[in-house]
């Protein structure tokens, strides 16, 4: 099967912090980039998307940036809470009725 | 928005047995579904792409005729385990493209084979 990464790093910050989550994307003709959310035991969860036309694009706390120059995309998060805490991936597609392969994913854990 | 409805949610199975995992489409019809394999703190593995009315095309690694997928309707994806082992315990994820409401994920089916 098709994957990026098999690590899972991890991020922790404090509550009510700003967190930015990295994620590096492999293939270049991606077209279409989405970041998902993942709580244990869960199917992933939309969090915000972007496509390859634009370099920012911001959602209710968060805001996706996208560099295609050295392929890379980020989340952050404004005023982190603890329900925040959870493994978030980036994913890419290369339009946007493809199949979506995911990054190797960021835990994300809020101390109160 | 559009939901996927997965099921069975939990299933443990003795080795060498078959177990059927069901993805359904509710309020919208899929024609293209999306299995993933998830295994503890790894990201979610893409195995294979069923289309509505044809083959599946699988993911290079995957078995095909160990991971058996149908899509024999708009609604409806299955994805059949054959011959279950040990180390096919994992988390499998359906998923589809709903359009206007992006893609959409089921909730994810626990599989343990004992």
């Known amino acids: 099967g098709e994957s990026v990464g098999l690590h899972l790093p991890t991020l922790s910050v404090q509550e009510g912090d700003n967190s930015i989550i990295n994620c590096a994307y492999s293939?270049?003709?991606?077209?279409?980039f989405i970041w998902y959310k993942q709580e244990s035991g869960k199917g992933p969860q939309f969090i915000i998307d972007?496509?390859?036309?634009?370099d920012k694009r911001q959602g209710q706390r968060v805001t996706v940036l996208l560099n295609k120059t050295v392929k890379h995309l980020s989340l952050q998060i404004a005023a982190t809470q603890p329900g925040d805490s959870a493994v978030y991936f980036c994913?890419?597609?290369?339009?946007?009725?493809?199949?979506?392969?995911f990054g190797p994913g960021t835990s994300l854990s809020v101390i109160p | 928005g559009a939901v996927v409805s997965q099921h069975p949610s939990r299933v443990i199975c003795k080795s060498g047995t078959s177990v059927k995992i069901e993805c359904r489409s509710l309020?919208?019809?899929?024609?293209?579904m999306f299995w993933y394999r998830q295994f503890p703190k790894q990201s979610l593995m893409l195995m294979a792409t069923s289309n509505e009315g044809s083959k599946a095309t699988y993911e290079q690694g995957v078995e095909k005729d160990k991971f058996l997928i149908n899509h024999a309707s708009l609604t409806l994806s299955t994805l059949t385990v054959t011959s279950a082992h040990p180390e096919d315990s994992s988390f499998y994820i359906c998923?589809?493209?709903?359009?206007?409401?992006?893609?959409?994920f089921g909730s994810g089916t626990r599989l343990t084979v004992v």
């Open positions: 972007i496509r390859s036309n634009m």
């Open positions: 994913a890419e597609t290369a339009a946007s009725y493809d199949k979506v392969i």
């Open positions: 293939n270049s003709a991606s077209d279409y």
């Open positions: 998923s589809a493209w709903t359009g206007t409401w992006g893609y959409t």
């Open positions: 309020d919208f019809q899929a024609t293209t």
